[in-house]
């Protein structure tokens, strides 16, 4: 059944408190991004009446447009945008980020009964291949960006520790692989590859059981490359040839 309480008035009762078994009970967590100039923040609420699409009196809508703010907000299954993001469970939720006039962002994560619903929660930073232990609250974690980017895929909620491919397609140790001018993964169904080097390569997608190329793709160099695909369930491999290195990844569609 779906509410029909406005969410202004939904958030009213349950962090201010003006409404005490909603209060009590609530499993949320809030994320603020802040810079020198300006913030924004996304909120999620855990409840197993909600989905990953727009749930009435539940869900609210991203609405700020200008170039020179920031903003986060989750992009869900039916691709809208919300700033506040009513589910059944955060796993895998995308987070989008658009910087504003800024370099230096904070997120700053604040959670009301996580442990009534989750026993871990991590952030995953897509852009610096980073995995960010959000269990407790108050953790902090501060980033750097060019100034007014476009809004784009930047941090990725897991219930779950990941690891490599055949559990979730991020590795195990972060520090390690952050290490390597080349770093591949994939989270679902696309695959990512970070090219921190000034070349150019040429990627294969291998089906796993029989060896055949069902991808070709180009490695664009300095940034993060991102392959959507509408591969069937299955185990792939990644295969990327360099002069410096070789990259080998299997990955999973479930």
Known sequence: MKKTTSFIVLLALIFCGTNAHAAS???STRIDVTGATNADCVWFITNPLCTHNFDNGWDGYETNTSSTFVQLFAQEIDNSKYQIDAVNDVNEVNLYFKSGIDTVYTLSVMHQNLSNAYKVLYLYDVVMDTLIDITTAGVK???KTPKQQPASKRFVMYTSSPQWVDGGGIPTSVSDASQSPLVVYSISSTVFVR????LTFSMDILQASTGIVVSHQ????NQLNEYPTDLKPGVYIVVINTNFCSKTVKFKIN
Do not use: L, R
């Open 141 to 143: 974690y501060v980033f």
């Open 25 to 27: 009970s609530a499993i």
């Open 218 to 221: 180009t490695v664009t160099p």
């Open 195 to 198: 090219n921190d080097t000034d």
